[in-house]
């Protein structure tokens, strides 16, 4: 090659290494530097002398560096010597890398982070390109990512389609009872139960092809607790692209996951056991009634009475399970004030001595229609259990605007709910000399939490209970056209179809005679 023609061969190598955004270095068979473009040369801090200085003086860690082959990556065993980001601090470090190898040099506070590569050159003046594509803020959005990461409970791992771990969080720093730690593995499908294992692959599949984030439950592998229940959520990671890969969040899920199978369980006995040996104890106690020994027909009445008590406290388990875990659940616009007048109206029929007064705002909440439920064991228990000669009760339906939240006061003038009850109802647990002497106000307080409510107990003056439930109110701009919830018979005209009825006469004035 003539003079000439070696110079326009230089000025174009030159113009290409200049065009290049990546910091290029040219070596040659001796791994001496040949070259070496503008964005090298500042990020690197190289100059004029260090051309034809062998790499691994002009180099930061460049011994290690000059061992990379074109389309390969540093092994784990030639990267080990060097020095390790996890064990120096003001150092330059390497770490393996799936395109070569990660090159991290600190900088006052921050590190700057290179992926080297190396690239084969068919001249005879070099032998390869050594290529440093900086990722330092691709690694401080990582760790950004690992930091709030570190704030959740659940377990986080960023890993490929194929299962392969990018990063896991540490466990939490908490003073509450850890989490289980999931087992450790270069691959997320390692520590899922075999038979668990086909559902997880096809998530994160689909996650990467798609973007469709889905939920499984999945049994992995702990660390000191064996296989444990997970809930395992699987999205992919567009609004993040710095962090390669999908994210899967892993919630343990154990204790919900036996607590549903012992409901299941406890269903099906009270379901089928419980239910036939009782009707079994039922028809017997039927045909010891037909003795002629009132002795013996007295005790079969009483052996029929609590049997068919235990029958209907079964019934009345099973249809709570029902309501709190059934498609009712689902929250939505509720027209309060319309179901507390259906109800009243109901009562009234049914305990038509029973005096009632209300107040009802026209009013709706955020619930669902369980709430219909709710209130009426409460105002049965103001009833069922009311002593007083004349029993009677107080309704108040109240939109509060300063707290945007609807509040139902049902008021009695009965013995009042024990404080012991009271206790075991507001501390959510129940113990052997605090308990509640049946399921309904348990009911109640389910279905209110359901519903994002809070459920008060207090006495009324002079006697008797004020239960009050609160709600979040739906705002009146916002109300949807509602289904007319009133049932059959209840229509405009009586005294609980419009507007409030406070004022009105009380309801059910009327005394029941001996008759």
């Not at 084969?120 to 003046?125: E, F, G, L």
């Not at 070099?126 to 690694?139: N, T, V």
């Not at 045909?287 to 068919?308: E, F, N, P, S, Y």
């Not at 107040?359 to 409460?378: F, M, Y």
Request: glycine residues 6%; proline residues 4%; aromatic residues 2%.
């Amino acid at each position: 090659m003539s003079q000439t023609e070696e110079h326009t061969d230089d000025e174009l190598t030159t113009a290409i290494l200049s065009a290049i955004d990546a910091g290029v270095v040219v070596l040659d068979d001796d791994d001496r530097i040949q070259r070496a473009n503008e964005t090298v040369r500042n990020e690197l801090g190289l100059g004029d002398n260090d051309i034809g200085v062998r790499a691994s003086e002009a180099l930061p860690l460049g011994e290690y560096l000059a061992q990379l082959s074109p389309g390969e990556s540093l092994s784990e065993t030639t990267v080990a010597p060097a020095p390790n980001p996890g064990e120096v601090d003001t150092e330059p470090a390497l770490q393996p890398h799936t395109g070569g190898v990660e090159l991290v040099i600190p900088q006052g506070d921050l590190d700057r982070c290179f992926v080297v590569k190396a690239k084969s050159m068919a001249t005879a003046a070099a032998d390869r390109l050594l290529l440093f594509e900086e990722i330092s803020a691709q690694r401080r959005i990582e760790s950004q990512f690992k930091t709030a990461m570190g704030y959740t409970s659940d377990t986080v791992v960023v890993a490929r389609s194929d299962g392969t771990v990018r990063y896991v969080s540490g466990p939490p720093e908490t003073t509450t009872k850890s989490p289980s730690e999931i087992s450790v593995s270069k691959n997320l499908l390692d520590v899922v139960h075999p038979d668990d294992r086909s559902t997880l692959e096809t998530a994160l599949e689909v996650a990467d092809e798609t973007g469709d984030a889905s939920i499984h439950h999945c049994r992995l592998e702990t660390a000191g607790d064996g296989w444990r229940m997970f809930e395992v959520a699987v999205r992919e990671n567009g609004s993040l692209p710095a962090i390669d890969g999908l994210i899967v969040t892993a919630r343990d899920v154990t204790d919900r996951h036996q607590f549903e199978q012992r409901r299941q369980v406890m269903n099906r006995i009270l379901r089928h056991d419980l239910r036939n040996d009782m009707n079994v104890v039922v028809g017997h106690a039927d045909m010891l009634l037909q003795a002629d020994d009132d002795q013996v027909t007295g005790h079969a009445k009483t052996i029929r009475q609590k049997a068919l008590s235990l029958v209907n406290l079964g019934d009345k388990v099973r249809t709570i399970d029902q309501q709190l875990h059934g498609v009712d659940r689902q929250l939505r616009q509720i027209n309060i004030a319309q179901i507390v007048r259906e109800e009243i109206s109901a009562v009234h029929d049914e305990y038509p001595s029973v005096i009632i007064r209300s107040r009802i705002d026209e009013t709706s909440i955020i619930g669902n229609t369980l709430i219909r439920t709710a209130i009426r064991n409460v105002l049965d228990n103001s009833i069922v259990h009311n002593d007083n000669s004349c029993p009677e009760i107080e309704v108040e339906v109240d939109r509060r605007h300063e707290t945007n939240r609807v509040q139902v006061e049902i008021r009695d003038n009965g013995p009042g709910i024990p404080e012991g009850e009271r206790r075991a109802i507001t501390n959510e647990a129940e113990t052997p000399l605090e308990h509640i002497s049946g399921l309904g106000l348990w009911l109640v307080k389910w279905i209110v939490d359901g519903m994002d409510g809070s459920l008060s107990i207090s006495s009324n003056s002079p006697r008797g209970t004020v239960v009050t439930l609160s709600f979040p109110a739906a705002d009146a701009d916002e109300w949807d056209e509602i289904e007319d919830q009133r049932p059959a018979g209840v229509a405009n005209g009586i005294p609980f179809a419009n507007g409030s009825i406070g004022d009105s006469e009380p309801i059910g004035t009327t005394t029941r005679t001996e008759d």
